[in-house]
């Protein structure tokens, strides 16, 4: 159902790929997470505390209709600090290993200069697709 994209000769990804083809499914688009919890209520001011927090909001979200973390195959990531994000990178690898294991979908992470959520340092919107 899912083929990972790797062109001839391009040098292999770390910690995403390139592109991700999905043949049937379900698809499934997740609106941008931030660090708070489903209550609403923020547990980290600090970078990786928040992208831990925002990844396992996009989990519950997809656990809805029955998803899992391999069945993503799109992550938008939103920083609003390039070094903050550089220098969690760390703490944020193992969160994601955590969460997601060794499944890397396709992912974009851009620089922002604000979130409507003013205590957020990051939002990530992803898509998935589970199969039939």
Do not use: C
Request: proline share 5%; aromatic share 10%; glycine share 12%.
């Amino acid at each position: 159902m899912m083929r990972i994209l790797q062109p001839p000769g391009w040098a292999k990804p770390r910690g995403f790929s390139n592109g991700i083809a999905v043949k049937g499914g379900t698809a499934v688009y997740i609106a941008g997470q931030v660090g708070w919890t489903g209550s609403g209520a923020w547990q980290a001011t600090d970078f990786a505390g928040q992208f831990r927090q925002a990844l396992r909001n996009v989990l519950e979200v997809l656990a809805q209709p029955g998803g899992r973390a391999e069945h993503i195959v799109r992550l938008t990531w939103y920083v609003i600090d390039r070094e903050e994000y550089l220098a969690s990178l760390a703490a944020v690898g193992a969160a994601y290993r955590e969460l997601m294991g060794k499944h890397y979908p396709a992912m974009t992470v851009v620089q922002v200069s604000g979130l409507v959520e003013a205590r957020a340092r990051l939002e990530i919107e992803a898509t998935a697709v589970i199969p039939d």
